[in-house]
């Protein structure tokens, strides 16, 4: 069994998050909209690149944000990190958090 959030709201975030990518990287690129001010330019175009980069990043990770639930173990993918195995009869705290304790935290010995 795969134990996953909601998919709508990091989807739209990736949408968003691309379209200020390609705002940027528009902007870093032409010069009909700051004509002379490179300066602006450079700034306006590097801050919604870093933010566009960012977002992707964060939205990217939600949506690969998963458990899977097996008889022997349990697999958790962290956001883009790599896949974290729980073995049976390694302690693990969880906590829960959020509104009608939808958030579940899990901590082992290793992190």
Do not use: K
């Amino acid at each position: 069994m795969t134990v996953r959030g909601g998919v709508v709201a990091p989807i739209a975030w990736t949408a968003l998050c691309t379209g200020v990518l390609a705002l940027g990287v528009w902007l870093a690129s032409t010069r009909a909209v700051f004509g002379g001010a490179w300066f602006t330019q450079l700034w306006t175009s590097g801050l919604l690149l870093a933010f566009g980069v960012l977002g992707l990043y964060m939205s990217v990770g939600s949506i690969r944000n998963r458990i899977r639930v097996f008889p022997d173990r349990l697999e958790v993918v962290p956001h883009l990190r790599r896949t974290r195995t729980i073995s049976p009869g390694e302690l693990v705290e969880f906590s829960a958090s959020g509104t009608g304790n939808t958030t579940i935290r899990g901590r082992t010995a290793r992190g």
